[in-house]
T-cell receptor
Framework: AQKVTQAQTEISVVEKEDVTLDCVYE???????LFWYKQPPSGELVFLIR??????QNEISGRYSWNFQKSTSSFNFTITASQVVDSAVYFC????????????FGAGTTVTVRA | DSGVTQTPKHLITATGQRVTLRCSPR?????VYWYQQSLDQGLQFLIH???????AKGNILERFSAQQFPDLHSELNLSSLELGDSALYFC????????????FGPGTRLTVL
């Protein structure tokens, strides 16, 4: 069964628009961590943010913000005032204590920001 | 730059051959993870080493093996290569074996012809 679902395959926006990426996860573990990674066209995987299961406080970091809701098993990510350099594939990932904290990735959402 | 290095960046080889991918973790990191990214399977966990010992295996084929050396670098060996093994192989490292953030290397793109 898919542990992380990213329902949006592709999103296309014009520069300066906000982009929200959806992520729904599935786990029976009480201790787990959620991540967002970015994969630009160059191919590397870049760590963006991380949240643990005991902290539902939502935060803003620069143009990035995230909304973690355990009640709906969602961990959504927003890019505010998007820029062309934000064009990339964004992956949501889950690591669980019962699975040795290996990362289970979603299928990814391709974001294209047009000038 | 994550601090994780992987060599080579690109590898082109033929079916039936054997290749070795190399990974050097960030300074101070004891855990190394290997992942495979392919078009049909997405990003999949292969194997995890902590301080030289194997800790967990994912969907890793029997034709694939890995090890972590005393200097903490790791190698992923792929043998009897098939066309379907063509993929981007990532190494990631973290400080310990638990819940620390995994930082990824730039990947090795393997093409099997």
């Amino acid at each position: 069964a898919q542990k992380v679902t990213q329902a949006q395959t592709e999103i296309s926006v014009v520069e300066k628009e906000d982009v929200t990426l959806d992520c729904v996860y599935e786990t029976r573990d009480t201790t787990y961590y959620l991540f967002w990674y970015k994969q630009p066209p160059s191919g590397e995987l870049v760590f963006l943010i991380r949240r643990n299961s005991f902290d539902e406080q939502n935060e803003i970091s620069g143009r990035y913000s995230w909304n973690f809701q355990k009640s709906t098993s969602s961990f959504n990510f927003t890019i505010t005032a998007s820029q062309v350099v934000d064009s990339a594939v964004y992956f949501c990932a889950l690591s669980e204590a019962e699975n040795d904290y290996k990362l289970s990735f979603g299928a990814g959402t391709t974001v294209t920001v047009r000038a | 730059d994550s601090g994780v290095t992987q060599t080579p960046k690109h590898l082109i080889t033929a079916t039936g051959q054997r290749v070795t991918l190399r990974c050097s973790p960030r300074s101070g990191d004891l855990s190394v993870y290997w992942y495979q990214q392919s078009l049909d399977q997405g990003l999949q966990f292969l194997i995890h080493y902590y301080n030289g010992e194997e800790r967990a295996k994912g969907n890793i084929l029997e034709r694939f093996s890995a090890q972590q050396f005393p200097d903490l670098h790791s190698e992923l060996n792929l043998s009897s290569l098939e066309l379907g093994d063509s993929a981007l192989y990532f190494c990631a490292s973290s400080v310990r074996q638990a819940s620390d953030t995994q930082y990824f290397g730039p990947g090795t793109r393997l093409t099997v012809l």
